[in-house]
């Protein structure tokens, strides 16, 4: 599972009162490899935050590595178009992907 955003909102490094820290720690526990990637979070903080979660850069690599992508927080400097081509199936929680369906992804919003 790669997590996109885990801070509060958008443009923000904030990590306090992110519903992003409790599904983390909820997939973690159910056994899931959960990474995390955030242009604007401090890596020090998301290591005391995101215990057991790894985090990694939002790289073709890391995206179809994942089993699935989840995007929590719409930063404006993410790469949708990336997300959208490089990912096997991707849960978005912002609405942000539906005008960028591939053929690559599957996309299911909430």
């Known amino acids: 599972m790669l997590l996109l955003g ?8 904030d990590l ?6 409790e599904a983390a720690r909820l997939l973690a526990a159910s056994g899931a490899k959960v990474s995390a990637t955030d242009p604007f979070v401090d890596p020090a903080a998301a ?5 057991g979660v790894r985090l990694v850069f ?3 690599d890391e995206l179809a590595a994942a089993d699935a992508v989840v995007l929590l927080t719409d930063h404006e400097v993410f790469d949708y178009d990336q ?3 490089r990912s096997t199936f991707v849960l978005d929680c912002r609405g942000h ?3 960028r369906l591939t ?4 996309v299911e919003q909430l």
């Open 83 to 85: 997300v959208a081509a």
């Open 103 to 106: 053929a690559a992804a599957t």
């Open 6 to 13: 885990p801070a509060y909102k958008p443009g923000s490094g």
């Open 47 to 51: 290591s005391a935050a995101l215990d």
């Open 16 to 21: 306090r009162k992110s519903p992003a820290l």
């Open 97 to 99: 992907l539906a005008a």
């Open 58 to 60: 939002a790289t073709d």
